[in-house]
């Protein structure tokens, strides 16, 4: 029998194994710290970049939201009168 066999498992080389698991274990490690890093970086940058802005992007939001209201409210109107002209030149013929 050679070193890191096993009898029930045949040829596994658990030293090669562990070795492996090792290697993972550093590798999901340095991941996990790298994602932390580039994580840190970009949301700094976000905020400098917020912080550099004229007009603050919650006023922003705002602004569009006003504008997506008055359009739909537009379109709605438009709508209803359209119907209402199918209507009633439908009744006179």
Known sequence: ???GTSD????????TL??????GGVGAV?????????GVSLLSSCRRWVAA??????????????????ATSAGIDAWKAAQDNALTGATRS
């Open 1 to 3: 029998m050679t070193p």
């Open 8 to 15: 029930e498992q045949g040829l596994v080389n658990k030293g």
């Open 18 to 23: 562990i070795a492996a698991a090792v290697v």
């Open 30 to 38: 340095l991941l996990s710290v790298g994602a932390a890093v580039g």
């Open 53 to 70: 802005m004229d007009t603050p992007p919650s006023q922003v939001a705002r602004a569009r939201l006003g504008q997506a209201r008055v």
